[in-house]
């Protein structure tokens, strides 16, 4: 007998995981640096470059990019100095899980330095990877078969229809106030992206990001001033991916990779203009609302049959939810005397973190780097992509420095449930067609009338109809009348 086949092709997570990433650096200054006197800061932004498959394992590339702000020892003038490390995160998979797709987020936890002579640094940089993969290994669904009982299931979720890491480059330029004098050295920069507009078409998705830079530079001038220059900008990507349609559902992540300032003169031969060249790491997944049927078991009322069954994982109960919320933090800073605000920075950690970093004029008039990290209870989703859309501030004492922020977030809510799939029957030659015409039963409370039909071999329609019931679970105890086929 012929069964009627349908092919599911839902994205399966096979792997699920944050992995803890510790490494080790030691890094020596080039020739070109000053020594090192004392240092200010040091700051490890990591970054993923690519991902590949191959021999049962997900192989992750990244690069650490390594930042330091320092006096220098002879001159006693703030410099900087910059390093760049690669890693690689091997993760081992089954090797029969098929096509998969893969969302890494990275969560930057701590990093310490120690300082070994004037010219050297050791650093541990530990961070997370959030490792999600997802096997797209297609499996057969019985949908009809003949002279066959089949229990059908209606559910609504939200398919993974595809994603995408991309990288958006830029190369931008601006001009320092006119009232500064020009620039001796960069010896900052924050920054924060945030994605502005989605629009998806067919198979492709236009992503409009939101770009905005400080800077923080020397002056060429007898007695080191320090002054701050800011640039915001937008930025837009196009990115393919097949399948996709406008009435899909869209989640972007994104996060600075690579980036390189440096000083640029103007038409005068002055260094007035900040050149900032860099990259964006998109990370875009899009999802698609399904109703459908599933099939989830099946008997035959002639013949005993042998049922074979597949698992799938699917997102049910979902709700897409896209809004903009408002929050205030105080940051207190018990070691230190803030006399000047010269620059601050708040970040995402991850969704329920936010760190302040800023750089400050303390009570002697030297520059020092301070930072926090406070707990946030807006977020508890599972598919998530958040931003800071904006943010302001005022010193409250010497030592706090309130926050006023706005988070612009989209996430997806969802109960994960795992059903059991019916992928294949197999009749036997045990005949099962000798049966009574009808049989009395006394069903118990919460019973399910599929499984009373399968166990006297009967028809759901049938005990239905003939006992005047519409559900098809049982509220109550009750004496029930199944009809034999």
């Known amino acids: 007998m012929e069964n009627n086949i349908r092919e599911l092709r839902e994205n399966n997570i096979i792997f699920s995981k944050c992995v803890d990433m510790d490494l080790d650096f030691q890094e020596n200054l080039m020739s070109y640096n000053d020594d090192m006197l004392k240092i200010i800061r040091c700051a490890v932004n990591n970054y993923i470059v690519s991902t590949d498959y191959k021999n049962g394992n997900l192989i992750i590339y990244g690069k650490c990019k390594i930042y330091l702000t320092y006096i220098s020892e002879s001159t006693s003038c703030i410099t900087t100095a910059d390093f760049e490390e690669d890693f690689q995160k091997s993760i081992p998979l089954d090797d ?13 936890k701590y990093n310490n330095y120690r300082v070994i002579n004037q010219r050297r640094i050791d650093i541990h940089n530990a961070f997370l990877l959030n490792i999600k993969v997802g096997s797209l290994k297609p499996i057969s669904m ?9 229990k059908y299931e209606n559910v609504s979720y939200f398919s ?13 330029q601006t001009e320092i106030p006119a009232d500064s004098e020009v620039i001796k050295k960069i010896i900052n920069t924050f920054w924060n992206c945030s994605v502005d507009e989605i629009k998806v078409i067919k198979d492709k998705m236009l992503v409009k990001l939101n770009l905005s830079f400080s800077f923080l530079y020397t002056t060429d001038t007898e007695n080191e001033i320090i002054k701050k220059c800011e640039k915001i900008f937008s930025l837009s990507k196009i990115i393919d991916i097949n ?66 069954f597949d698992k799938i994982t699917i997102n049910k109960n979902c709700n897409y939810l896209n809004d903009i919320v408002t929050e205030t933090t105080l940051f207190d800073f018990e070691n230190i005397k803030i006399i000047e605000l010269l620059d601050v920075s708040l970040a995402i950690i991850d969704n329920k973190t936010i760190e302040l970093c800023a750089f400050v004029l303390n009570e002697d008039s030297e520059i020092s780097f301070i930072s926090q990290r ?59 067609s000798d049966s009574p015409a009808l049989v009395i039963y006394f069903a118990k409370d919460k019973e399910k009338i599929w499984d009373i039909a399968k166990k006297f071999r009967s028809s759901v329609d049938l005990i239905k109809a003939e006992n005047e019931i519409s559900d098809d679970v049982l509220d109550t105890r009750r004496v029930l009348l199944i009809p034999g086929i």
């Open 243 to 308: 399948g996709i349609d406008e009435e899909d559902i869209p989640i972007v992540n994104v996060d600075l990779a690579n980036i390189y300032s440096k000083p640029k003169v103007n038409k005068n031969n002055e260094l007035r203009f900040i050149e900032l060249i860099g990259e964006v790491n998109i990370n875009a997944t899009v999802y698609r609302k399904v109703n459908t049927k599933i099939t989830t078991d099946s008997y035959s009322t002639e013949k005993e049959i042998i049922n074979t």
């Open 160 to 172: 993974h229809i595809g994603n995408s890491l991309s990288k958006a480059n830029f190369e931008e």
């Open 142 to 150: 019985i949908e009809e078969a003949q002279n066959v009982q089949i």
């Open 96 to 108: 029969n899980v098929g096509e998969i797709s893969s969302e890494i987020k990275v969560v930057n």
């Open 374 to 432: 406070k707990e946030i209870s807006l977020f508890d989703y599972g598919i998530t992509a958040c931003y800071i859309k904006s943010f302001d501030y005022v010193i409250k004492s010497e030592q706090a420095i309130s926050v006023r922020y706005s988070i612009k977030y989209s996430a997806i809510d969802y109960t994960e449930q795992t059903f059991q799939i019916l992928s294949n029957i197999e009749f036997t030659d045990k005949d099962l």
